[in-house]
Structures are given as structure tokens and as C-alpha cells.
């Protein structure tokens, strides 16, 4: 007996050490490992403005009030299931309505979707209203790549195309890294508009809990302000076409002295709206679309058609 309760013990310590050490890996790898999805993830990536913050503090509230369903649901069935099966309840009752019962089975839902619902309509019209933004970007959705314009700081315009896995350098996430990436200073309330060319794309960013349809012949807005200084993933997260899994996003945050230094290599670096587009060439109609298909891999290519 003593010898079964230490190997119980031992287990559970075990158990126990593997749990915590399970427990740190989520916590501190998803802190640090925010930007992009990793292998094996669990949940969800980590906030870097203050939208996610308040998306996955809603998330955590409707995950309590979800368990809480379940298992009174559970619980219901467990008690039907015994007190009431062939057995031991061999003559079934008549009873077919009860007043009580069935006004509280309405309005308790009703409650509880009311009480979702405040928090709910709160956090869409915190993510609805731009505040005081110090800054505009303009992304416009094409199939198939993004295109980045800055309006208040010089007009600068250029393309962001994904980069072949042929030509990724190591530590370059595949299907994830650009050529050129929309670089935004931290601490800074940002204003997106989103617009798109040819057909819809959406231009979602997890991290920064951004998600905003690109449309043509419409300006969506969005806003972010992103805490700290990093590189952040994103992707096109509307059926666009046949390059659609190709339009990856990726933003730089930087500091604001380092922003206004990208701002002036930038400058020179790609042409203003008022010249001819830098990359025009670039440019896919949808007969040329086999051929500016970024991946190598055809595989890839036959899966996602
Ligand atoms: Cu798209």
C-alpha cells in the first residue's frame, strides 16, 4: 500500500512538473514568439495593440460563460439519463407544460446573450472609431499582392510581393516574408484604409486584430497602435483567386527616429504616386496568373486551386 501511494506520489509529481513546465512554455514562448503562427501552437497569437488585448479579454469572458452552458447542459442530461430512463421511472409522466419552466428557459438566454452583447457592441465600436490618429496608411488589395501607400508622408507607394521559397534566407518564414514590408512607428495611433482593385481580399493582421475587407470602389477603415517594436504576419484572409494563399502581409514596427529614417531611404527608394508605379510590371491579369505564381512547389500550386 505504501509502496502503491509513493508511486502515485511520484507520478503525480511528474505529472505535475510536466504540467508547469507545459504552462511556462505557452506562457513565455507565446509572449516572445508573437508575430507569426509557430508549429504546435495553441491559442491564439499574442496582443501586440490594444484591439487584441480587448478581443482576447472578451474571448476569455465568453469562454467562462461557454463552460458554464456545457456543463449545466451536462449535468441536465446526467440527471434525465438516471432519474428518468425505462427502469427507474417505468410510468412516464403527462406533464406537457409548466409556466415557470418555460418563461425562465426564455428569458435566461435572453439574459445571457444581453450580457454578451454589452461587451460585445463596446469592443466593435472601440475597433470601429479611429482615435486621434497621427498617421494614414492605405492598402490596396490586388491579385495578387498588397500595395502600400502613405499619404501624409510623402506619398510614398510601393508593392509588397511575397518571396519564393527559392529565394528565402534562412529564419525567412515561407509563404509569410515580402519583399518590401509595410514599415509603421510604435506608440503611434495608425489609420488604415482599406481598398481593394480588382476583386474582394481582406487584409488581416491576428496580432494586431485587424481584419478589414478589401473592396473595390470602397474605403474600409481600421486602426492599430501597435505596444512594441517587431515583425508581424499576416495574411489575405479572403478567397481571391488562385494566388490567394500568396499575399502575405508583414509589418515592421520601429521606433519613430527609426521610422523617420526608413521614411527618407523610402523616399528615394520607390517612386511617389505622381511617377509611374515602381513594379508595374508586376501587374497580373488573370490569363498570366500560372505564370506569376511565386511557389515553386507545384503541388502546392494543384492544392490550393
Ligand atoms: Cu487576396
Not at 122 to 135: E, N, Q
Not at 155 to 165: E, K, M, P, R, V
Not at 242 to 257: D, R, T
Request: glycine share 6%; net charge neutral.
Amino acid at each position: 500500500m505504501v509502496r502503491l501511494t509513493t508511486t502515485i506520489s511520484r507520478a503525480g509529481r511528474k505529472m505535475a512538473i510536466g504540467l508547469g513546465a507545459a504552462l511556462t512554455w505557452v506562457l513565455c514562448g507565446g509572449a516572445t514568439l508573437a508575430d507569426q503562427p509557430r508549429e504546435w501552437q495553441l491559442g491564439m497569437q499574442a496582443a501586440a495593440t490594444p484591439i487584441t488585448e480587448r478581443i482576447h479579454q472578451f474571448h476569455d469572458e465568453l469562454l467562462v460563460i461557454i463552460f458554464a452552458i456545457a456543463l449545466f447542459v451536462f449535468a441536465l442530461l446526467i440527471i434525465v439519463m438516471v432519474r428518468f430512463n425505462a427502469r427507474s421511472h417505468p410510468v412516464p409522466t403527462r406533464t406537457s407544460h409548466n409556466t415557470l419552466i418555460e418563461v425562465l428557459w426564455t428569458v435566461i438566454p435572453v439574459l445571457i446573450l444581453v450580457t454578451i452583447a454589452i461587451p460585445s457592441f463596446k469592443l466593435m465600436y472601440y475597433m470601429d472609431r479611429v482615435p486621434d490618429s497621427k498617421m494614414t496608411v492605405k492598402v490596396t488589395g490586388h491579385q495578387w499582392y498588397w500595395e502600400y501607400t502613405y499619404p501624409d508622408n510623402g506619398n510614398i507607394d510601393f508593392n509588397s510581393n511575397l518571396i519564393a521559397d527559392k529565394d528565402l534566407k534562412p529564419g525567412e518564414p515561407r509563404l509569410l516574408d515580402v519583399d518590401n514590408p509595410l514599415v509603421v512607428p510604435v506608440h503611434t495611433n495608425i489609420r488604415v484604409q482599406v481598398a481593394g482593385s480588382d476583386v474582394i481580399h481582406s487584409w488581416f493582421v491576428p496580432s494586431f486584430g485587424v481584419q478589414e475587407y478589401a473592396v473595390i470602389g470602397r474605403l474600409n477603415e481600421a486602426w492599430f497602435n501597435v505596444d512594441h517594436a517587431g515583425t508581424y504576419y499576416g495574411e489575405c484572409n479572403q478567397i481571391c483567386g488562385v494566388n490567394h494563399a500568396f499575399m502575405p502581409i508583414k509589418i515592421v514596427a520601429v521606433s519613430e527616429a527609426d521610422f523617420q529614417k526608413w521614411l527618407t531611404e523610402a523616399k528615394t527608394k520607390f517612386s511617389s504616386l505622381d511617377k509611374p508605379k515602381n513594379n508595374a510590371t508586376q501587374v497580373a491579369t488573370a490569363d498570366q496568373a500560372p505564370a506569376v505564381l511565386p511557389v515553386a512547389d507545384t503541388s502546392v500550386q494543384a492544392g490550393n486551386r
